[in-house]
């Protein structure tokens, strides 16, 4: 067609046409489903459908859709993977194992009889069909990011059960394709798991001492993105240089990076916005591309072949989801989700129709024929489609259900200030409050610069400013609103005293003092200043490492700080940490304490992964100089005098922590003073009665005592 001089010729093949194409494709699909209530994803597969040769033949499926399809397939399993919640995925494993074996045996026993007896097909041509109907895809898996629960229960026991499944597919289809190579003579079989599980160990190895020794050097945020990028791809194309999918690959470096992405970091938001506005969506399009519904519904045996095809594959998944639920005694809901997940046929499912299909036996026939394409191309479009309407139904429901019993349950605001004075210091202290702060409440984020009354000039303003928007670029890049405050005071803790009270602050994060001469003190007259004139949870922080490549949190805890009523706020921060950076949060303290707080963990946070020692002689700290590596984080819970927990020893603390810790990463954290001592009201939510009739008196006596003092 020639319109103003343009040659336009169908299908386009000029690149700037096609990429407009396909972003006006990505832009306007939501949009105009949105109104239909259909899943964004099946507008995707349905827009590839019309602008394909089979459709409207609008665009070819040229290389860059093979290009952009393979990066996000590839996305889709390393995002899956770096989004795991590996708290609850080492209690959900099993499941995860249990529902991956079932979601492999029952649709390859069933589709193995159905190919036998009702298509006729021959016993290596059906085990290659049937492992077809075993395989499944995360297509469906954006819509579970969309709303939030991506590292809900059943979402991981879904993903990680697509590892199993998806590995012992991959594993027959190889097989079945050396077996025409002439491959499988000798130790073939058992050479190629030994590769695979060689190659897995590797991964699992390398990939995180690799991955943290880069960005314990580099925190460009390009430079780091790429850095993933690459190491998601090596994994890739290690695995089929084995001769696996590098869809397998792809998820484990996710698995193995996870903890060095934090959910919350800049770094997982650029992952996840690259990957969900143009990756994936090219992806999708490009499998609508391969959809060919004439040849489908002009041809008997190929509907035929697809209505069996369908029918084996929903009927199994159903089937293994079904089970996994009453074995485990989980929802309806979770089963759904489950279900939803584990359904879609994209990845493997075309990879063994096209090594089936390109497999020619003796008689001239192919192992899988004609109408098996045909009908993999229809079992593709039903399967995304089911798969996305029951996701997209049972995530909305999930994430209802636990948006109200968040609402119920939070009775508490929480607002953090982080104290800025140290351009060094920043992204730092930003990265610990993204990391401690309830996600699901809104504008609780405040950074504060203080400028002295006595010295205002425009240098100061400068640079405060400069100070701040680079806070706020910090936040901002993990999607995270930041309210910035720049105030004029008489001092600095004075500043700060007023603002606290005036944003109603819970919590202030502050840098750790730098020594300026022999007499200064450890902390420094700020902290002293604030402590005295601030009851609120206090943070000092001195970070050696970039904060998301901590291995362990080590927190040293004194006797009797259960009692305060700071307690819980300074729990559920370094829990929330130990989730997020997904390591081990090591306490130490005495027998009671402990009892405390294994206690509460169990009935809060269970999900943490935690280890108890006991510390009984708080005097001396030197028994954590063992403990604590570089890339630990030491936590020292003090105390203010005249309060339950504060003992005398921790005037030697300074003296200890610079003589003994100083090559360590270290918080020392002074808990909340603004309400009364916990005392029965609190503990008997968490204990069973036995228990909370003997800590009741013990409560008790420290609750008068200190109000006698």
């Known amino acids: 067609m020639d319109w103003i001089g343009l040659d336009l010729t169908f299908p386009i093949t000029d690149p700037t046409w096609i990429f407009l194409l396909v972003l006006l494709i990505i832009l306007f699909a939501p949009i105009l489903l949105n109104k239909l209530r259909i899943p964004h994803i099946i507008g995707m597969i349905l827009a590839g459908l019309a602008i394909g040769e089979h459709g409207f033949n609008i665009l070819a499926r ?14 889709i399993m390393f995002l899956a993977g770096l989004e795991m919640n590996m708290g609850d995925f080492k209690e959900t494993r099993n499941k ?5 074996l079932l979601a492999f045996i029952i649709p390859i026993g069933i589709g193995f009889v159905a190919n036998i007896s009702y298509l006729k097909y021959g016993v290596i041509t059906s085990v290659l069909l049937a492992s077809m109907y075993a395989s499944h895809t995360l297509v469906a898996y954006p819509i579970v990011t969309r709303f939030g629960i991506s590292r809900h229960r059943s979402v991981s026991i879904a993903v990680g059960g697509t590892a199993v499944t998806d590995t012992l597919t991959l594993l027959v289809l190889a097989v079945i394709g050396g077996l025409f190579k002439g491959e499988t003579g000798g130790l073939f079989w058992i050479w190629l798991v030994v590769k695979v599980i060689f190659l897995g160990a590797l991964i699992i190895y390398f990939f995180p001492r690799i991955g943290r020794w880069f960005f314990h050097r580099y925190n460009d945020n390009v430079m780091q993105f790429i850095f993933v990028l690459a190491m998601v791809f090596l994994g ?10 590098g869809i397998l690959g792809a998820f484990l470096a996710g698995l193995v990076l996870n903890r060095l992405i934090p959910h919350v970091s800049p770094l997982m938001d650029h992952l996840e916005f690259v990957g969900n506005a143009l990756f994936i969506p090219y992806f999708l399009i490009g499998v609508g ?9 002009g041809h008997g045996d190929a509907l035929k072949v697809a209505a069996v095809m369908i029918t084996m594959a929903l009927t199994g998944k159903w089937i293994a989801c079904w089970l996994t639920q009453k074995i485990y005694k989980m929802s309806v809901l979770e089963r759904n989700l489950m279900y939803g997940l584990s359904n879609a046929q994209a990845a493997a499912t075309l990879a063994a129709v096209l090594v089936g299909y390109n497999i020619i036996l003796p008689t001239g026939e192919r192992l899988l024929n004609d109408d098996v394409l045909n009908g993999t191309v229809l079992l593709i479009l039903v399967t995304c489609v089911v798969s996305s309407l029951i996701t997209e139904r049972a995530a909305r429901k999930v994430a209802m259900d636990d948006s109200l019993s968040e609402n119920e349950s939070s009775k508490e605001t929480e607002k953090i200030l982080v104290s800025i004075a140290n351009p060094d210091t920043i992204e730092d202290m930003v990265n610990l409050s993204l990391i401690i702060r309830d996600s699901k409440l809104k504008d609780n984020l405040l950074a504060l610069n203080v400028i002295n009354d006595n010295n205002n000039s425009d240098n100061l303003r400068l640079r405060s400013k400069y100070y701040l928007e680079k806070a706020e670029m910090t936040a901002t890049e993990a999607n995270v609103p930041l309210k910035k405050v720049t105030r004029y005071d008489l001092n600095i803790a004075s500043g700060i005293i007023h603002s606290v009270k005036e944003n109603e602050i819970t919590s202030i994060i502050t840098g750790l003092h730098r020594k300026k001469n022999i007499t200064d003190s450890y902390f420094g007259i700020l902290a002293e200043h604030l402590l005295n004139g601030l009851n609120c949870e206090i943070i000092i922080s001195k970070f050696l490492i970039p904060v998301h490549t901590i291995k362990r949190i080590v927190i040293a805890v004194p006797p009797k700080a259960e009692y305060e009523s700071g307690f819980p706020h300074w729990m559920e921060h370094f ?15 005495n027998e009671k304490t402990t009892i405390r707080l294994q206690t509460w963990i169990k009935k809060r946070h269970k999900q943490t992964l935690t280890d108890f020692s006991l510390l009984e002689d708080w005097n001396d700290l030197l028994v954590l100089t063992g403990q604590v590596s570089y890339d630990h984080l030491l936590v020292i819970i003090s105390a203010r005098p005249g309060t339950l927990s ?4 921790f005037e030697k603390l300074p003296r200890q922590l610079s003589k003994y810790f ?6 020392v954290l002074y808990p909340n003073q603004s309400g009364e001592p916990l005392d029965t009201s609190f503990f008997s939510k968490l204990y069973t009665d036995t228990e909370t009739r003997h800590y009741e008196k013990v409560g008790k006596w420290f609750y008068r005592w200190f109000k006698k003092d």
């Open 236 to 245: 890739a194309g290690l695995m089929e240089l084995v001769g696996m999918e």
């Open 575 to 589: 829990c929330r940490m130990g989730s997020t950076l997904g390591c081990r949060v090591h306490f130490f303290a």
């Open 646 to 649: 504060y003992d005398s020893s």
């Open 62 to 75: 040229d290389s860059s859709f093979q290009l952009f399809g393979k990066v996000g397939l590839y996305y």
């Open 662 to 667: 100083s090559n360590n990463s270290l918080i």
């Open 96 to 100: 995860a194992l249990v529902l991956g």
């Open 289 to 297: 591309m391969l959809i060919n519904l004439r040849v489908i519904f």
